[in-house]
């Protein structure tokens, strides 16, 4: 069998059904197989930097795998970025990289970068050494990016290798569900902690979502009458009108959410590993008391040291201490906890009411506040790096675990309109909005054009304050050099125009009014749109704001 066909059979028989990439001259031979059935699509991208930020968005949202083609060396490298975000967050892609020809290695051949350049942005990267193990690769490949913790797997294939026709080889099959089950006798003692808390706290992070085990979680929560707290990235995994839901730690969380997290004394860390962005370089305070569930045994004591540490599936887990607890007899009908979760919600409203009821300029945190109310609950969000994203951790309100998208600690800019792309694509019956703003855009405003020529109708909240906010605010406060030294109110973009000159509906609004007409307007629509919302570039950031 040809080797680009076999490539394509193997995504296919691996539930991949989505190939984000940009053809090149190297790759036409996987294009060309592609094109060819109609069980897998390929959607063109612009840029490879955008082609892994849209794979990403579309696990990310869905829980399906995605792939990415790119060429060797340029677009490899600039698909590195996305790469690195997807490994940071446990995110499962198949990275299908052309190769160098072997005989033309070491000789500086077009576009020739050594494989191991990419050996360190990956969970795995695999090269294909021979044509006729190219499907077992792949495979192998793919029950890597799958398995806790799920990840990025790299795959190079030698150009030359994908029109040769070989016997290929096949790989046997995996066990069905692997996931690391937790010792009895560990939980036993997790639940000695935990049954001793007369102030528990959950801590949540992007694993719970990973392991599809919001459930899990809301039923341990409850059971300790425990407020939440959740990560960057497991914002969402407990719906944000539960009553437990305390707030999302990050380096602007109000000193409430802080206090709620000392003033513990038992603590439940799950699915997370404590990262240094979310903990302010592990300086915020835990409790002595932790238990602490991940299944990267590395993340065991690194920031904070567990009274009982558990490698384990948090599913599992989480089902395994709820079961543990009820066994005890432990069944709260309590509400300190959530009195204690509400308490951090209502004083993290008044801190921000100020800013959200200011109307001439707005602010994004009072934008941000509009788009939440006229968005229906369902909504897919998208949320780009940038000061309106900090605003977002600590305001905007998530309904599901895979229903807000934003990159971890890599926090790269430039991923809101690929990973809403990618959302889209796997998410076609339901709303997705893009929150970015005017600096996060002009990293991937090509973009646009995308969503335009594959007809995917998200929709683009562009926050524009004509100024890279966050930077030149710290620039102005910390440093000799001028407030707003990053702006450019004189040679201002507008964006309407130019998604207007991409094909894109496009409106500018001004007001909350505004704001909620273009929002019904773009949800009636079965186009991609953009709505351009002007707000203050004097506004105060969330990372000085939130801490007075």
């Not at 906010?469 to 710290?474: D, G, T, W, Y």
Request: charged share 25%; aromatic share 4%; hydrophobic share 40%.
């Amino acid at each position: 069998m040809h080797v680009n066909r076999a490539v394509i059979d193997r995504l296919v028989a691996n539930g991949v059904d989505t190939v984000f990439g940009i053809p090149g001259k190297q790759s036409l031979p996987l294009n060309e197989a592609i094109g060819s059935r109609e069980d897998i699509d390929f959607v063109v991208a612009r840029h490879e930097t955008a082609v892994s930020h849209q794979a990403w968005g579309y696990a990310e949202t869905s829980d399906d795998m995605a792939a990415t083609v790119v060429i060797p060396g340029p677009g490899d490298m600039n698909a590195m970025n996305g790469l690195k975000n997807a490994r940071n967050d446990c995110t499962p892609l198949l990275h299908i990289a052309i190769e160098t020809d072997p005989e033309l290695r070491g000789g500086d051949a077009i576009h020739e970068t050594p494989p191991d350049t990419y050996d360190n942005v990956v969970k795995e990267n695999i090269l294909v050494e021979t044509p006729e193990s190219t499907a077992a690769e792949i495979d192998r490949a793919a029950e890597v990016a799958r398995t806790e913790p799920k990840g990025p797997v790299r795959v190079g294939i030698p150009k030359n290798f994908l029109e040769m026709d070989v016997s290929l080889a096949e790989r046997g099959a995996s066990p069905a569900d692997d996931r690391l089950a937790p010792n009895s006798e560990t939980v036993s003692r997790a639940v000695d902690v935990l049954e001793s808390a007369g102030a528990p706290v959950i801590y949540a992070g992007g694993g719970v979502r990973g392991a599809d085990a919001s459930e899990e979680l809301r039923a341990v929560a409850e059971r300790l009458d425990a407020p939440v707290v959740t990560s960057y990235k497991g914002k969402g995994v407990i719906p944000a009108d539960h009553e437990l839901f305390a707030g999302c730690l990050s380096g602007s969380a109000s000193p409430e959410l802080l206090s709620c997290l000392a003033e513990s004394d038992v603590a439940l860390g799950v699915g997370t590993d404590f990262d240094a962005v979310a903990t302010r370089g592990f300086s915020v305070d835990f409790p002595d008391q932790l238990v602490h569930v991940t299944l990267d045994a590395n993340d065991i004591g690194t920031a904070y040291d567990p009274t009982v540490g558990v490698v384990a599936d948090a599913k599992l887990t989480l089902a395994a201490l709820d079961e543990a607890l009820a066994d005890r007899g432990l069944d709260s009908s309590g509400q300190e906890g959530a009195d204690r979760a509400r308490y951090v919600r209502e004083r993290t409203a008044e801190r921000v009411s100020e800013l959200v009821e200011a109307r001439d300029p707005l602010t994004s945190v009072g934008a941000l506040s509009v788009v939440r109310e006229a968005l229906p609950r369902e909504t897919i969000v998208a949320a780009d790096a940038g000061g309106f994203r900090v605003w977002g951790l600590n305001t905007f309100a998530a309904y599901g675990p895979r229903r807000y998208v934003n990159p971890g600690s890599w926090a790269t800019m430039g991923t809101g309109v690929p990973s809403a792309i990618g959302a889209a694509a796997s998410n076609p019956d339901t709303p997705v909005v893009a929150l970015t703003g005017d600096g996060g855009l002009m990293m991937c405003i090509h973009e646009l054009h995308t969503a335009v020529a594959e007809e995917l109708p998200i929709i683009v909240v562009v926050f524009n304050n004509d100024d890279y906010a966050i930077i030149s605010e710290e620039a102005g406060r910390s440093y000799d050099l001028q407030p707003r030294e990053y702006e450019w109110t004189d040679h201002p973009i507008d964006f309407v125009a130019v998604a207007n000159g991409m094909g894109m509906d496009a409106t500018r609004a001004d007001s909350p009014d505004e704001i909620r007409e273009a929002l019904s307007n773009a949800l009636a629509s079965d186009r991609p749109s953009l709505i351009e919302v002007p707000v203050d570039p004097d506004e105060p950031q969330a990372s000085e704001w939130m801490r007075e």
